[in-house]
Each structure stands twice: as C-alpha cells, then as structure tokens.
T-cell receptor, first 107, second 114 residues
Framework: GQQLNQSPQSMFIQEGEDVSMNCTSS?????WLWYKQDPGEGPVLLIA?????ELTSNGRLTAQFGITRKDSFLNISASIPSDVGIYFC???????FGTGTSLTVIP | NAGVTQTPKFQVLKTGQSMTLQCAQD?????MSWYRQDPGMGLRLIHY???????DQGEVPNGYNVSRSTTEDFPLRLLSAAPSQTSVYFC?????????????FGSGTRLTVV
C-alpha cells in the first residue's frame, strides 16, 4: 500500500529549540493533516492543510502544504516538555498515515 | 463528553479465540474507521464505513470483520485470533470521508494474543 515517508524517525532536542519534520509521498493528495499522539492515547488533530502552498499556524506550530502536493512540513518553535509525543502526518481520506516522528524534549 | 469510546482498553486472548472490539461515537459522524498501530509501522487502515450499512476494506483487512448497523457503533471482530494480531487498535470518526476537520480517535484497545 501507499506509504507516507515521514522523517526524521525520532528527535531528541533541548527545551527551547525549534523542531522541523516532514512527510513525503509519491502520490498527490488534496489534504494533509498533522496529528500528535501522547503516550497511551489516540492521535489528536493539530493542523489541517487544504491548498497547495498553504501555510497554517496553530500557536507555536506551523505547517505547510507543499507546492507539488506530494509533501508537507511541520515546524514547532521554542519547544517545551509537553511537546513530547509522536507526530503523524496523514492524508485527507485517512487511508494513509506516516510512520511517525517521536519527539523527546530534554528540559 | 462527546467523542469516540473504545472498549475494552486492554485484552489478552489465546490463539484461536474470537472477540469483538467495541467503538461508539456520539457526534453523529457518518465516517468511521479502524486502524492498527504497530511499532515502526504507523497507523494502518483495517476497515472503514461511510455510513450505516456500508463498509469496505482498508489496507490490512485479513482476519477482521466489521458491520455498521447504526451511525453510532462500528464494532471490529477478530474471528480467530493470531499472535500477529497483537497490536494497539484505534477507532476514529469524522463527519466526512475526506476528513475535512480531521478525525477524532478513541484512546485505543491494547490487544495481546498469546
């Protein structure tokens, strides 16, 4: 099946640092979604992107829908300990998810 | 609180046993889906439904059955459990198939097959 390639697989950063992660595919998608999963919980939607080139912010989070519609990026500014978790990208029809980026924030 | 409720939260089965994972949502969402989550594999779609009476297969449907008799409920049945079905299972719902406002996930069922 179609896989979304998400990188990096894991990140260990100091509190206050900025974070970048991305998601790529060989197919075009019309919607990109970013989720965060806390330990022992289900994923929670962070940001939804609907238009190529779109840049959307939600607090310290910023996500972009790639021009080619085959990729998306998520940035977190000034990380804090509660940013710890696994971040997933997903497509609008929810058929496919990335393999996740595990984020650890060191106080 | 409105949302997606999954039961049980934990389950241990013996190989060959059958069981049903329950999923209920109270948001009147038409679209519901089941995923399994395995280390390094992300979330993989098992089955989904676009409305009551309509179901279809996802990426990894073998060994699982679903039905959708009401808008609220979407149970997942394991017919004859195998160790390869040890996983964390998530149910999700959305008001539309395209997930315009994203999907709401349950908190998961952690299944171990021994």
């Amino acid at each position: 099946g179609q896989q979304l390639n998400q990188s990096p697989q894991s990140m260990f950063i100091q509190e206050g640092e900025d974070v970048s992660m991305n998601c790529t595919s060989s197919s075009i998608f019309n919607t990109w979604l970013w989720y965060k999963q806390d330990p022992g919980e289900g994923p929670v939607l962070l940001i939804a992107l609907y238009k190529a080139g779109e840049l959307t912010s939600n607090g310290r989070l910023t996500a972009q829908f790639g021009i080619t519609r085959k990729d998306s990026f998520l940035n977190i500014s000034a990380s804090i300990p509660s940013d710890v978790g696994i971040y997933f990208c997903g497509t609008g029809n929810q058929f496919y998810f990335g393999t996740g980026t595990s984020l650890t924030v060191i106080p | 609180n409105a949302g997606v409720t999954q039961t049980p939260k934990f389950q241990v089965l013996k190989t060959g046993q059958s069981m049903t994972l329950q999923c209920a949502q109270d948001m009147n969402h038409e679209y519901m889906s089941w995923y399994r989550q395995d280390p390094g594999m992300g979330l993989r779609l098992i089955h989904y439904s676009v409305g009551a009476g309509i179901t279809d297969q996802g990426e990894v449907p073998n060994g699982y059955n679903v039905s959708r008799s009401t808008t609220e409920d979407f149970p997942l049945r394991l017919l004859s459990a195998a160790p390869s079905q040890t996983s964390v299972y998530f149910c999700a719902s959305s008001y539309s198939e395209t997930g315009g406002l994203g999907y709401t996930f349950g908190s998961g069922t952690r299944l171990t097959v021994v």
